[in-house]
Nanobody, 120 residues
Framework: QVQLVDTGGGLVQAGNSLRLSCAAS????????MAWLRQAPGKRREFVAHISGTGLSTVYADSVRGRFTISRDNAKNTVYLQMNSLKPDDTAVYYC?????????????WGRGTQVTVSS
């Protein structure tokens, strides 16, 4: 049974940082593109960043490029999202997801999400 457990969310002030983690089990982790997506209240889920199975390729949404960094540790079956210079607009539930495709046109597995709230 595949599980993605995303953690690390919380309440922070604008300008501060958070690091999200997503621990995967039940799959050959290095075979999967991993991604972070987010959904703000009343809005559609949107792409944030994704990373290839080797970790050598990354892609970011324009809204987070230069502030967020996605990385992975295949030995620990974990993907991370380092979020710096957070803004109130970054407030959302953040989900990690796994895709057998590159680019990830669709996702095979999802975490349950972790809430990030950025106060002004």
């Amino acid at each position: 049974q595949v599980q993605l457990v995303d953690t690390g969310g919380g309440l922070v002030q604008a300008g501060n940082s958070l690091r999200l983690s997503c621990a995967a089990s039940g799959l050959t982790f290095s075979n999967y593109t991993m991604a972070w997506l987010r959904q703000a209240p009343g809005k559609r889920r949107e792409f944030v960043a994704h990373i290839s199975g080797t970790g050598l390729s990354t892609v970011y949404a324009d809204s987070v490029r230069g502030r967020f960094t996605i990385s992975r540790d295949n030995a620990k079956n974990t993907v991370y999202l380092q979020m710096n210079s957070l803004k109130p607009d970054d407030t959302a539930v953040y989900y990690c997801a796994a895709s057998s495709l590159w680019p990830p046109f669709r996702f095979d597995y999802w975490g349950r999400g972790t809430q990030v709230t950025v106060s002004s």
